[in-house]
């Protein structure tokens, strides 16, 4: 329900002299870095990634190993580490702990592995992308014993417990990438991961092709759909005509496709968003002029930040170049991989500071006048943001309790 808005009844005489409150803290840095590396012995050597984040903080991810062959999944948090789970290519876990990957569905709580059926003409065992807290988990499964490197030949599968193995009728869908706590799932069509993206109701099997509801003037080719929140928020990417590369968008079924920003002087026009969480932060990829790939984190109170910027990020090291993002959960904490100055790819964990100055309303660091005038936009549209004091009512207490934070400084 949208917060009511209000008339205020008492008097703004000290915002007059907000001018001389500019600059009352510094710029200080909104996460701290965790370096996730390989199970190798040697620091020197290995590789290690990270693929999604729950909302209990513990990752998924695989990583080398010393005479092992491949890349054995793992699970990681902060208290104990990585450690490894009987789950290939592990791409997601739910907060119960089911882990999902390739061929199987691994239960942190129990022990015990699920090795789902194939469906009829199916081959291969699924390979999953995502998994709810409700225990359902969607990937896709081959439908041939050939190699299929166009994938071409595959059809979405469902899984969870009490219902087993299934599909779903969308024309021409070759599988399904996440799933939301609703059971509305995202997926593409056609050729691979990158063709058309749609997302479907798994219960009752209504579908809709992004393509048929992304403007048709905007970009060109497929619109790739890359992450769903639990609102229904859909974001992803489609290429454009030169100089744009990449046009960034969130989707949602009440307000239709809004784009997200470029970013300015010494960027492409590229914006490749890989995940969004409930709050609406998306995370994802940038590209510099010179073409090297940069994350990004994306608030509609923050607007696009380069979070290669080491100025956003206490504790990375010298050299340390984020290279993508995978994956924010609901706390904010952000996982993705990177390479070290050495050129040696290790995964990493972004982890949210908590605000040091809750008057910072536009969280740039500095409180200054513009967060006094941000905070105003905000409360006379009635939007969430303007709960300063998280009583879920947009009304004229906020605006005081504003004040007075905004009057006492930051420390």
């Not at 010494?266 to 968003?273: E, L, S, T």
Request: proline share 6%; glycine share 12%.
């Amino acid at each position: 329900m949208r917060p009511a808005r209000c008339h205020l009844t008492r008097t703004l005489s000290a915002a007059a002299s907000i001018g001389l409150f500019t600059g009352l803290a510094r710029a200080q840095p909104a996460y701290d870095f965790i370096l996730v590396d390989s199970f190798n012995a040697n620091p020197l050597v290995g590789e290690a990634y990270l693929w999604d984040i729950n909302d209990v903080g513990m990752a998924c991810g695989m990583a080398t190993v010393d005479n092992v062959i491949g890349y054995p999944g793992f699970v990681w948090d902060e208290v104990a580490g990585k450690t490894r789970v009987p789950v290939a290519s592990p791409k997601s876990l739910n907060s119960v702990g089911l882990v999902v990957g390739t061929g199987d569905i691994y239960d942190l709580s129990t022990g015990q592995t699920f090795s789902p059926a194939n469906l009829p003409g199916t081959y291969y065992g699924p390979r999953f992308g995502g998994v709810n807290d409700a225990g359902v988990a969607v990937g896709t499964i081959s439908t041939c014993t050939c190699s299929d490197s166009g994938g071409i030949l595959q059809i979405p599968y469902i899984w969870d417990a009490v219902n087993g193995a299934r599909t779903v009728s969308v024309p021409n869908a070759k599988g399904l990438a996440r799933i939301n706590e609703a059971g509305v799932a995202i997926g593409w069509l056609y050729g691979s991961v990158f063709n058309d993206g749609f997302f479907v109701d798994i219960n009752s099997g209504a579908y809709t092709r992004l393509a048929d509801v992304f403007p048709s003037n905007v970009g060109t080719g497929p619109v790739r759909a890359q992450d769903i929140n639990d609102n229904s928020e859909i974001v992803g990417s489609r290429a454009g005509f030169y100089p744009v590369y990449r046009y960034g968008y969130v989707y949602s079924p009440s307000t239709g496709v809004r784009l997200l920003p470029f970013p300015g002087a010494g960027y492409q026009q590229y914006v490749r968003p890989s995940a969004i969480n409930n709050a609406g932060t998306i995370v994802g990829d940038i590209s510099t002029v010179l073409a090297s790939s940069h994350v990004f984190v994306y608030s509609e109170a923050d607007g696009l930040r380069d979070l290669n910027d080491g100025a956003l990020i206490a504790g990375m090291p010298a050299g340390y170049q984020l290279y993508t993002a995978t994956g924010i959960n609901n706390a904010g904490w952000i996982v993705g991989y990177g390479h070290t100055a050495a050129g040696k790819i290790t995964g990493y964990v972004l982890k949210p500071r908590a605000i040091a100055c809750p008057a910072d309303f536009n969280h740039s660091g500095i409180l200054d006048s513009q967060d006094f005038f941000d905070f105003l936009s905000a409360f006379f549209a009635g939007a969430p943001a303007a709960d300063f004091n998280a009583d879920s009512a947009v009304n004229s207490q906020d605006f005081f309790d504003f004040l007075a934070a905004f009057f006492a400084g930051c420390p």
